[in-house]
Structures are given as structure tokens and as C-alpha cells.
């Protein structure tokens, strides 16, 4: 059976939380790749910044839909959610765009669960992590090779 440890990328590319957009958005461009783990200075995982990530940044604010009560205007979504999408959009480090806290895997999880999420979740990176601390990356390319011939 294989598994992620079988596949995954045992010395990914990491940013920390604090590392300026332009410099996530040219490693992803340079190195190919849909995701970054973001890492705190423990290797911690704490959040992962993706290709999306960086081109939601380009869209406009969304402008909350209202409507009258009484003479009186009240939004429709929260104030808390639009704040979040200011700030999303006008990131300047990672940890203002990066998504926290992302779904990780374990070393032993089987190729089909790995199958099974990024596809059911729309997912390109997976971390691998062991207590918490990054130490791989499994991406769609990676499964991907399982389907090719030995030679």
C-alpha cells in the first residue's frame, strides 16, 4: 500500500508567516507549484498560502448587500467577514492571505485518502505533519506518478 510518506516531498518549500506576498507569489511561479506550507520558526504548521489565496487578492471589496428596517440600514453579512476580506485583499505578508490552521496528513495515510481529499475538497498541496511539526508535502503531481509504469 502506498502511503504519503511513499510519495511526498521531504524537503518542501515553506514561508513563514511574516514573508511579503510578492515573494510567495514568485516562488509559486517560479518553482511551479499551487501551495505553499507556511511554517512558524518551530516548523510548526500553521497555515498554508495557495495560488487562490494570492488571486482572490486582485478581486474587488465586496460591497455587503443591505436592506431597511424601520428606517434603519442593516447588513446582510457580518461586519467581522467583510473586515476579514478587506484585510485578505490588502495583504502585505503571508499570514494576512494564507489560509490558518489547513487540512494536514500523516505519513501513513494511504494514497486513496490522499486521492480522496484533493479531490473532494478541491485541494492541491497536502502537508504531512508528526506532532505538529511539517515534514513534507504531498501534491497533486506526486499522486499523479503513482499512475505511471515502473521502468
Do not use: W
Request: negative net charge; contains cysteine.
Amino acid at each position: 500500500m502506498i502511503t504519503a510518506q511513499d510519495i511526498m516531498s521531504t524537503d518542501p518549500i515553506v514561508v513563514r508567516p511574516d514573508t511579503e506576498i510578492p515573494e510567495a507569489a514568485e516562488l509559486l511561479l517560479e518553482k511551479n507549484i499551487n501551495g505553499i506550507p507556511v511554517v512558524n520558526e518551530k516548523n510548526e504548521l500553521v497555515g498554508i498560502i495557495c495560488q487562490s489565496d494570492l488571486v482572490a487578492m486582485q478581486r474587488k471589496i465586496p460591497l455587503p448587500s443591505l436592506f431597511t428596517l424601520l428606517d434603519s440600514l442593516l447588513p446582510l453579512s457580518s461586519s467581522s467577514k467583510m473586515e476579514k476580506e478587506i484585510r485578505k485583499i490588502a495583504a502585505a505578508k503571508v499570514e494576512d492571505a494564507m489560509t490558518p490552521n489547513p487540512n494536514s496528513v500523516l505519513r501513513d495515510t494511504p494514497l486513496e485518502d490522499l486521492a480522496e481529499i484533493m479531490v473532494n475538497k478541491k485541494y492541491h498541496t497536502l502537508p504531512v505533519v508528526e506532532d505538529g511539526k511539517l515534514v513534507g508535502v504531498v501534491g497533486k503531481a506526486d499522486v499523479l506518478k503513482t499512475l505511471m509504469k515502473k521502468k
